[in-house]
């Protein structure tokens, strides 16, 4: 008799509660979108974040786009997006992401990018142009730029932000004792330092983080109290999914009540605005705090 080696089971993936499922993309307005990203060759994050609303925003004719290209020189434990070194710097690119946004005729456009840690200028360049462009094919539509962490590169944000977009968005994700975990390339305090020379630029801020990795609610509470201290305007809170097996696993599925707190006190705490649920991105209804 062949005795056979013990396996143990291995414990199965945290089921979705009810309130994450979305539905399918579709409709006229969802194929107009993806046509013209197609047709520019354009990358948004909605696809490269695998983001669970693009079937919502994608059908209200909305994207946020991603310039810079779509690899990214960190390789955070929480993001979709593909990380190595970027082979391309396209400055054709801010062309086509104004005129995609000039023919969807969007009363507010979000621009995000990758992180290019390998450029001097971080990118700051092609940011200021594309931001610039669009203000020239689409003075009427208001625009948010969610950057990325610039590792203190000071001039490089000042150039980034100085092209006339109303909003500068930029994320610290986690609480401050799941950073090297989650933003293992970022600094918690740099992040914060960030937003406050946005906010002294004179520039209406806004950050947003996950929920669902381990934090806990004191620690919640403590990351709201460092970026009003920052300067930060407006909060979104979002709960953390997994994109693939190769990710963070979810420690817990937060319940809409639980946002709905967390809503409450960040807002009694004294930001102008928070947008908190489940299904919450940085960049979803992101005119409401305008």
């Not at 930029?170 to 918690?188: F, G, I």
């Not at 403590?222 to 709960?239: A, F, N, P, W, Y």
Request: glycine letters at 6%; proline letters at 5%; charged letters at 30%.
């Amino acid at each position: 008799m062949i005795d056979l080696p013990i396996v143990e089971a291995k414990e199965p993936r945290r089921r979705k509660p009810d309130w994450l499922r979305v539905k399918l993309p579709i409709g006229p307005e969802y194929k107009k979108v993806r046509t013209l990203v197609d047709e520019y060759k354009l990358h948004t994050i909605c696809q490269s974040g695998n983001c669970p609303n693009m079937g919502e925003c994608w059908g209200a004719g909305t994207a946020t786009f991603m310039i810079l290209g779509n690899t990214c020189t960190r390789s955070c434990s929480f993001c979709a997006v593909k990380t190595g070194r970027p082979p391309e710097y396209d400055e054709d690119e801010p062309r086509r992401v104004a005129e995609a946004i000039q023919l969807m005729q969007v009363k507010h456009a979000v621009i995000t990018s990758v992180n290019r840690d390998e450029r001097k200028d971080r990118g700051a360049e092609i940011w200021y142009q594309t931001v610039k462009l669009v203000k020239e094919l689409s003075p009427q539509t208001t625009i948010e730029t969610l950057i990325p962490d610039v590792k203190a590169t000071w001039d490089a944000l000042e150039r980034m932000i100085s092209a006339g977009q109303e909003v500068v968005s930029h994320n610290m994700e986690t609480v401050e004792s799941l950073y090297r975990k989650v933003r293992p390339q970022a600094k918690y305090h740099r992040s914060l330092e960030q937003i406050k020379r946005t906010k002294d630029y004179g520039k209406r801020t806004k950050s947003g983080i996950m929920v669902g990795l381990g934090e806990k609610d004191e620690e919640v509470f403590k990351i709201m109290d460092d970026l009003l201290e920052h300067g930060c305007d407006v909060l979104t809170i979002g709960q953390y999914l997994q994109p693939t097996k190769m990710h963070l696993e979810v420690a817990e599925y937060v319940h809409p009540d639980k946002f709905k707190e967390y809503e409450e006190v960040g807002l009694q705490k004294g930001f102008d605005f928070v947008e908190s649920g489940p299904l919450v991105r940085s960049s979803y209804h992101a005119e409401r705090h305008l």
